[in-house]
């Protein structure tokens, strides 16, 4: 079963407009990591916000917030205020604290930020 | 300089040929990891060290190999390159003693051309 789903392959929003790209995940270890990444054009991995599985607050790092429901198994991207800087491929990604601790990602969402 | 670099940054090999990319970080992370990226299906592990003298196989190992020749240094190889081994390849570190809340710092990536 795949551990991270992105349902959304791509999605378009208006420049200053607000975007929330999905993912749900699927463990039933209780303590693990959600992440996003940013891939840009150039190829680079860039990370971008991190939500632990006990933390009780949802993550924010300026524009970015992660919107974090844990009985749904969802840790959904929000973007705010859209830059067209933030056209780019965006990826969820899950680490557990059992077996090897990797890190697993989804597919991915390309969004473009329409000007 | 980048904390984690992936030489060369393109390559457009033969079939039958073999090739090998190579990757050094200056983190100091005792966790190291290849991965491919290929379109529509994310990032996927193919191999992952520990340490040294840990090395493991991951989601898609077959036909790679791998040598963590150091601490800061691992290698990939591929013995005999097919066209389906066509892909941007990533190498990534992690620090073992954050448990889930540690991010995987990425290398620039290598796209690799089989012909």
């Known amino acids: 079963a795949q551990k991270i789903t992105q349902t959304q392959p791509g999605m378009f929003v208006q420049e200053k407009e607000a975007v929330t790209l999905d993912c749900t995940y699927d463990t039933s270890d209780p303590s693990y990591g959600l992440f996003w990444y940013k891939q840009p054009s150039s190829g680079e991995m860039i990370f971008l916000i991190y939500q632990g599985s006990y933390d009780q607050q949802n993550a924010t790092e300026g524009r970015y917030s992660l919107n974090f429901q844990k009985a749904r198994k969802s840790a959904n991207l929000v973007i705010s205020a859209s830059q067209l800087g933030d056209s780019a491929m965006y990826f969820c990604?899950?680490?557990?604290?059992?077996?090897?601790?990797?890190?697993?990602f989804g597919t991915g969402t390309r969004l473009t930020v329409i000007p | 300089d980048a904390d984690v670099t992936q030489t060369p940054r393109n390559r457009i090999t033969k079939t039958g040929k073999r090739i090998m990319l190579e990757c050094s970080q200056t983190?100091?992370?005792?966790?190291m990891y290849w991965y491919r990226q290929d379109p529509g299906l994310g990032l996927r592990l193919i191999y992952y060290s520990f340490d040294v003298k840990d090395i493991n196989k991951g989601e898609i190992s077959d036909g790679y190999s791998v040598s963590r020749q150091a601490q800061a240094k691992f290698s990939l190889s591929l013995e005999s390159a097919i066209p389906n081994q066509t892909a941007l390849y990533f190498c990534?570190?992690?620090?073992?003693?954050?448990?889930?809340?540690?991010?995987?710092?990425f290398g620039q990536g290598t796209r690799l051309t089989v012909v």
């Open positions: 990604a899950m680490r557990e604290l059992t077996g090897a601790n990797n890190l697993f």
């Open positions: 990534a570190t992690s620090d073992s003693d954050r448990g889930v809340n540690t991010e995987a710092f």
């Open positions: 983190k100091g992370h005792d966790r």
